[in-house]
C-alpha cells in the first residue's frame, strides 16, 4: 500500500488526519523515491515501477534480473534517469522515456543503498556489502572513480550534503562517518556507547547536521563540523578560528598536522577489526609478489582495486 499524505494539512486535529490518495500494489514494497518536479515517484520490491500521483496503476514497470529492489533514486539533474540497487549485485540505470532498462554492472557484493551527488549529477556513490563506498561516473562505468574506506562493516545507508562536496554514511559497525567526495578516508566519525547499528542517515537541509537513526530506536542529531560551535561566535573568536584553520592548511604535510587530522577516537571494536583486516591485507600482498616473484616474466596481470569493483558490465 502507498499512501499520500500533505506535508502541511488543513485541519490540526491529529485524529482526523487522513492519506491525500491510497495506492495499492500488486507486489511488497522494499523503497520509494519521488522526482524532484515532477508528480511521479519511483518504487522498488520484485521490480521496478514508476507511478503517476493522479493513476492507480504504474506507467512504466522494469526489471532485469534481480529478485528484489534494495534502493532506487531519481537523478537531480536528468528527469528521466532513474538509477537501482538490487539482491543479484547488480546496479541499474533506467530512463523511464523507454520501455526497457538502460545500463547494467555488477559488484562482488551487494549494494545497500545509491546517492547521487547534487552539485555533480553524472556521479553517484554506493554503499556497499564489502565495508566500501564506491563512486561512480554513470559515462564510464568500467571502474570505481573513488573507493571510501574507514567503515569495518556493512554500509547500511548514505546521504549527501546539500552542497555536494561531502557526504554522510551510517554502518554495521555502529558508527557515523562524514567523507569528502575527492578522499579516501573520512574526515569525521561519530559513536556512542549506546548506540548500535545505523540504518538510517540524513544531511539537514543547511549541511550544519547530520541525523541517524540506529538499531537502538533512537535518533541523534550531530554537528557536521564537530569542533564548530552551535552558537554565533564573536569577532575575536571567528578571527582565530580562521587563523587556526589557515596554519592547519598550510602545514599540513609535517607529521604532527598530519597526524593530528588522522588520529580519531573509535571504539575499541573498530580499532580491533581495522588492525585484522590490516594484516589479511599486509597477507594478501604478500603473497602476490610471492606468486610474482616465482611465476615468468608477464604471465600475472594486476589489475587495479578499482576496476575489480565491477565484475561485468552489461547493456
Known sequence: MIKHWAINPEERDSD???????????TSLTCIDHHWVDAQFATGGQVVNVWDE???QPIHTYQWGADSILSVRYNPAEAALVASTGSDRGVCLYDIRASVPMRKF???????KLAWNPREPMNFVLANEDYNLYTFDMRNLNKALMIHKDHVGAVMDIAFSPTGREFVSGSYDRTVRIFR???GRSREVYHTKRMQRVFSVAFSADAQYVLSGSDDTNLRIWKAEASKSIGVDNHRAERKK??????KKRFKHTSEISRMNKDKKEPKAVKKAKTRAH???????????????????GSVTLKPQREKAVLVEQK
Do not use: F
Request: hydrophobic share 35%; net charge neutral.
Open 16 to 26: 482526523n488526519i487522513e492519506p491525500i490518495n491510497c495506492i495499492q500494489s500488486a
Open 54 to 56: 493522479t493513476r492507480s
Open 106 to 112: 555488477v559488484m562482488p557484493m551487494n549494494s545497500n
Open 181 to 183: 567526495i575527492n578522499e
Open 242 to 247: 580562521l587563523y587556526l584553520d589557515a596554519l
Open 279 to 297: 594484516v589479511q591485507t599486509v597477507s594478501e600482498r604478500r603473497k602476490l609478489e610471492n606468486v610474482i616473484a616465482h611465476s615468468k616474466p
